[in-house]
């Protein structure tokens, strides 16, 4: 059985929950980080010495952190090349998005995240807010042109770009902010939405 150690309202933990929806994979999971504490405990450090979630953990012991990573490692042992590709030029075009999510969108989504849902009102650096904002506005307009002509990020089916990037457009879409409209990205986020392990496990309130 695997086990999830992480807490359902991580994004990174959303991710592979989505997953686990969409190629019926069983598992357990357990609170960790945040609220629940324990991710900087001897034993889990010994597991992901980051202190972050998720780490997974197979019932052979092995154990696996970085939330793409563990995307990548699980539809590959579980019959997944629907979302991730064998081709090896359809799936650079997902890795390709994997990278992007983590080395661009990642950094100012988290920003605002962090600041408007996680820092008292009176003690938010709204200036910070306003420059991840534009910077976020900046990337999604990317994703809003790839997705011109297409369902999903890498054409007709979802595949781990859009799990991977699914999580933050929800925040895109939720959090209070400005927002330029961006009808492709609105399409996209709607249609995600009829995915069950999306709207299961991914649009909860921002906690």
């Given at each position: 059985m695997l086990t999830i150690l992480g807490r359902k309202t991580s994004s990174n933990v959303m991710k592979l929950l989505w997953l686990c929806e969409e190629l019926g994979i069983?598992?357990?999971?357990?609170?960790?980080?945040?609220?629940?504490g324990g991710n900087t405990e001897p034993a889990y450090l010994a597991r992901n010495p980051n202190g972050l979630v998720p780490t997974i953990v197979e019932a052979d012991g092995f154990t696996l952190y970085e939330s793409n990573a563990?995307?990548?490692?699980?539809?590959a042992t579980h019959g997944g090349e629907r979302l991730y590709?064998?081709?090896?030029r359809r799936r650079a075009k997902v890795e390709q998005w994997l990278d992007w999510q983590l080395g661009m969108n990642n950094r100012p989504m988290t920003v605002m995240f962090i600041t408007l849902i996680r820092v008292a009102e009176a003690e938010r650096n709204m200036a910070a807010v306003a420059r991840a904002r534009d910077e976020a506005e900046a990337l999604w307009r990317i994703v809003e042109a790839e997705?011109?002509?297409?369902?999903?990020?890498?054409?007709?089916?979802?595949t781990l770009a859009d799990i991977a990037l699914g999580i933050y457009v929800h925040r895109w879409f939720v959090l209070p902010i400005a927002r330029p409209e961006l009808p492709q990205l609105a399409a996209?986020?709607?249609?995600?939405?009829?995915?069950?392990?999306?709207?299961?496990n991914c649009l909860a309130p921002l906690v």
């Amino acid at each position: 059985m695997l086990t999830i150690l992480g807490r359902k309202t991580s994004s990174n933990v959303m991710k592979l929950l989505w997953l686990c929806e969409e190629l019926g994979i069983a598992y357990e999971r357990e609170d960790i980080g945040g609220p629940f504490g324990g991710n900087t405990e001897p034993a889990y450090l010994a597991r992901n010495p980051n202190g972050l979630v998720p780490t997974i953990v197979e019932a052979d012991g092995f154990t696996l952190y970085e939330s793409n990573a563990i995307l990548r490692y699980l539809a590959a042992t579980h019959g997944g090349e629907r979302l991730y590709p064998a081709d090896p030029r359809r799936r650079a075009k997902v890795e390709q998005w994997l990278d992007w999510q983590l080395g661009m969108n990642n950094r100012p989504m988290t920003v605002m995240f962090i600041t408007l849902i996680r820092v008292a009102e009176a003690e938010r650096n709204m200036a910070a807010v306003a420059r991840a904002r534009d910077e976020a506005e900046a990337l999604w307009r990317i994703v809003e042109a790839e997705l011109e002509g297409r369902p999903y990020l890498c054409g007709e089916a979802l595949t781990l770009a859009d799990i991977a990037l699914g999580i933050y457009v929800h925040r895109w879409f939720v959090l209070p902010i400005a927002r330029p409209e961006l009808p492709q990205l609105a399409a996209w986020y709607a249609r995600l939405k009829t995915h069950k392990g999306y709207a299961d496990n991914c649009l909860a309130p921002l906690v």
